[in-house]
């Protein structure tokens, strides 16, 4: 069983910045991947982004050059750092581990752009 804890959602104006952080009760190392995805009402979850063990990372093109994944496998936590926020990147932000024993997902951080 592994127990992803999202954090650092918010509100903020456009054009903003926040971080959002992601903990793992278990070594992230473990994990074949981690990612976060996001929702809106009454849309699917949608990949933001992804990080594999060996540190490649992958985008949706909408948040291309604005975020940027990262991890740091001694905190066991992956990070989403978010730069020049857009009234669209508001929603649900989840984090996801791609682990052996099928995917775990996090409870969710609300991350609002709103002037």
């Known amino acids: 069983q592994v127990q992803l804890v999202e954090s650092g959602g918010g509100s903020v104006q456009p054009g903003g910045s926040l971080t959002l952080s992601c903990a793992s009760s278990?070594?992230?190392?473990?994990?074949?991947?981690m990612g976060w995805y996001r929702q809106t009402p009454g849309n699917q979850r949608e990949r933001v982004a992804t990080i594999s063990l060996g540190g490649s990372t992958e985008y949706t093109d909408s948040v291309k050059g604005r975020f940027a994944i990262s991890r740091a496998d001694s905190k066991n936590t992956v990070y989403l750092q978010m730069n020049n926020l857009k009234a669209e990147d508001t929603a649900v932000y989840y984090c996801?581990?791609?682990?052996?024993?099928?995917?775990?997902w996090g409870q969710g951080t609300q991350v609002t752009v709103s002037s």
């Open positions: 278990r070594s992230i190392l473990s994990f074949y991947t």
């Open positions: 996801k581990a791609e682990t052996r024993s099928g995917p775990y």
